[in-house]
């Protein structure tokens, strides 16, 4: 049973937005990330929304691995392509205005794409496609990250947890949206486990001596450390396809970072030569396409959703009543949290505190308190 605390989505927006302006992010920059941000928790993917809040953008901002105001330089352009340079600023601010100028590309020529390097982290890849989705088009997305994960048959961090998403329109009330890593469990979820207090499952991270490991914290230390490395999908070797997780963690981490020129692999580490804290430099990739250019929109999601009601119809299995497809599970989240608001543990009640009384911002009372 989930007995947390849940404060209002409006009361949450405008407390990111006023935090994030004190920590120097230009407010229209600032309503950006808290729309990303609590998109998360509005999907409930809670392992990007109000828990990554401070750790991964104040705290960044705070040890200058991290700049809160983007100055996004548009490296290259073309009809159909754009290249940017994000300079190390809010990987999301960069992200929405890639998308939003690859979408009206898209609208003219069929397709579009493009790339960023010097970037940090967008939030959830599963974002920008839907942006492309709420406008009638496909987008897919995919990020690199410090490196986290290690390849089959080996026990190093190399890549990143590195997302592919796709997002498609259909006749339904909601998108074909598959947002994941590539990886069995990216670093969020285990940061999760690690403030819910929970076990992580054995099999999706191994230490150094190809052993599984099961305690978040100690993860998350030796993650650091360069001692343990989550596994690809599929886990541990080939028998269950673990190699077909690490193919695909493999071509983000290419598209990535060669189509931007970025760098890659140990590179992203966030760590200098003198093992100080480093700007990341990350890479993104976005891809719009325009099912009119096509057999038109309406076939294009008329036959997207007859594909996932077929696909739901199914017969089941033993013990199991439902079939789910891709994004309906986050829509579902959305219908059940959109009037409670958004669900907070403990240690996010002691960071609305902290933040609140550190930024000077006595207006806000929260429903805890």
């Not at 997002?167 to 990886?183: G, H, K, R």
Request: hydrophobic share 35%; aromatic share 10%; net charge negative.
């Amino acid at each position: 049973m989930d007995d947390r605390i849940c404060i209002d989505w409006n009361l949450m927006n405008d407390f990111i937005i006023d935090v994030f302006e004190k920590y120097g992010v230009p407010r229209e920059d600032a309503a950006i990330c808290a729309d990303v941000l609590l998109e998360s928790d509005r999907r409930g993917i809670e392992s990007h929304g109000m828990n990554r809040f401070k750790p991964i953008y104040l705290d960044r901002i705070k040890n200058k691995t991290l700049l809160p105001v983007t100055n996004i330089e548009i490296v290259k352009e073309t009809p159909t392509t754009v290249v940017m340079n994000a300079n190390n600023g809010m990987g999301m601010v960069a992200s929405h205005k890639m998308m939003t100028m690859l979408i009206e590309k898209a609208k003219t020529c069929g397709m579009a794409g493009g790339s960023i390097f010097n970037s940090t982290h967008y939030g959830i890849a599963g974002y920008w496609s839907t942006m492309a989705a709420k406008e009638g088009l496909i987008g897919i997305t995919g990020t690199n990250a410090r490196p986290s994960v290690a390849p089959t048959f080996g026990v190093e961090p190399m890549m990143g947890t590195n997302p592919l998403t796709f997002t498609m329109p259909t006749d339904e009330e909601f998108p074909f949206n598959f947002d994941c890593a590539t990886c069995i469990m990216q670093n969020g979820k285990i940061e999760f486990y690690d403030r819910m207090g929970k076990t992580v499952p054995e099999g999706c991270v191994t230490d150094e001596n190809g052993n599984t490991m099961t305690d978040p914290n100690k993860i998350l230390k030796d993650m650091r450390a360069g001692k343990a490395a989550l596994l690809p999908l599929g886990g541990p070797g080939e028998e269950n396809g673990g190699y077909k997780g690490y193919g695909f963690t493999t071509v983000v981490e290419i598209l990535s970072a060669a189509l931007s020129g970025g760098p890659f692999l140990k590179a992203l580490s966030g760590i200098d030569e003198n093992g100080k804290p480093d700007m990341y430099r990350l890479g993104h990739f976005f891809f719009v396409i325009n099912p009119e250019f096509f057999m038109g929109l309406d076939t294009f999601k008329k036959t997207a959703g007859e594909i996932l009601r077929q696909l739901r119809a199914s017969k089941k299995a033993e013990g199991h009543d439902k079939i789910y497809t891709a994004g309906e599970k986050e829509y579902l989240s959305w219908l059940e949290r959109q009037k409670k608001g958004v669900p907070v543990g403990e240690t996010i009640k002691k960071e609305l505190v902290q933040l609140r009384d550190e930024c000077g911002l006595t207006q806000y009372r929260f429903p805890f308190e």
